[in-house]
């Protein structure tokens, strides 16, 4: 049986990947920090259900307790998916999204180097690290050019990945992700902000929503088939990064129109632009070309964006409708 630890996996991809993980046979692990136990409505269902699945405590701030997490868990494969990962708050928190989202990476690859190099990695790479895009669509040879401390500290993780890989012969790889969501994703991503507050406003639990630049494309998929991209990457017999991407760009406005309308709302009477929201460096347009991906490791997408926008927004209502928030 496969062994596999996942840094992160209270979180959206985290919990995805460890469905998928399981339904293959593995037996999964996830990293937990002590303020994340507090928050595993993502894991929940695998935790009361009997699942092969165990967390055991560790840090990316701290590579002993890397380390330690790997002796104890003897993975196969290491998928590396914690991170402060809001982009936004990275402005606020440039060190701490270093600290994490950056140097977290490196101390997971030299911890992995001291116990057993054979152990396969993935890194949780951003779309965010193109930044101000150079070319349109993006691909793996695309230069790079960052727009935010996050986007910065994604890059820094992604080449020392490279780094390892080249240096010590590690099985070491980036998946390169353009935007993914779901039911699981935080309140805090502009996606669920969306698709919570129509859920809200279509029961009379709030009365606008507001939001900041309208006009930013993203290229927007969903999380449970992005997973599956992370998998393929570490049973390929060479290590190699990879774009995973729909190759396909809607604006935030459309998806404010596809959420309101799915409920039959008019967006316009509810939607306020505020400009606290607005980011210090904006990124206009992401999109990727995931032909490699599809290509040599067999993967495509299967949710298309209309279908995620209705998932999220049926989801949250009826999150709310029982919870009465």
């Known amino acids: 049986m496969k062994r596999a630890l996942i840094t992160g996996i209270t979180g959206q991809d985290g919990s995805y990947l460890a469905d998928f993980l399981l339904k293959k046979g593995y037996q999964v692990f996830g990293l937990e920090r002590r303020s994340s136990q507090k928050d595993r409505k993502n894991i929940q269902h695998l935790l009361e259900s009997g699942h092969k699945i165990k967390l055991v405590s560790g840090?990316?701030?701290?590579?002993?307790?890397?380390?330690?997490?790997?002796?104890?868990?003897?993975?196969?494969?290491?998928?590396?998916l914690a991170a402060?990962?809001?982009v936004y708050e990275?402005?606020?928190?440039?060190?701490?999204?270093?600290?994490v989202t950056g140097l977290g990476a490196v101390r997971m690859l030299e911890a992995i180097r001291q116990v057993n190099p054979k152990i396969k990695f993935y890194q949780a790479s951003s779309s965010e690290m193109f930044g101000r895009v150079q070319e349109t669509p993006q691909n793996e040879k695309t230069p790079f050019y960052p727009r935010s401390p996050y986007g910065i500290a994604k890059l820094y993780a992604h080449w020392i990945t490279v780094n390892y890989r080249e240096s010590y012969g590690l099985f070491a790889v980036s998946g390169i992700l353009f935007n993914h969501e779901s039911p699981r994703r935080g309140l805090e991503f502009v996606s669920r902000k969306i698709t919570h507050t129509v859920a809200k406003i279509k029961l009379g639990l709030a009365k606008e929503l507001r939001l900041g630049n309208l006009e930013a494309k993203r290229d927007w998929g969903y999380a449970g088939d992005y997973v599956e991209a992370m998998w393929r990457m570490l049973q390929q017999k060479k290590p190699k990064d990879y774009v995973i991407a729909t190759g396909k760009a809607h604006s935030v406005r459309e998806f404010v129109e596809r959420a309101f309308g799915h409920l039959g709302l008019d967006w316009k009477k509810y939607v306020k632009t505020d400009k606290r929201f607005l980011r210090p460096a904006e990124v206009e347009l992401l999109r990727g070309d995931a032909s490699l991906a599809r290509k040599e490791l067999g993967w495509q997408p299967k949710v298309k964006f209309e279908e995620l926008v209705r998932m999220m927004v049926d989801n949250d209502l009826l999150l709310l409708s029982n919870r009465g928030e």
Do not use: C, M
């Open 84 to 86: 402060q990962s809001f």
């Open 59 to 80: 840090d990316l701030l701290d590579e002993a307790s890397l380390v330690y997490a790997l002796r104890e868990t003897k993975p196969n494969e290491v998928y590396n």
């Open 90 to 99: 990275s402005w606020k928190q440039p060190v701490y999204t270093g600290e």
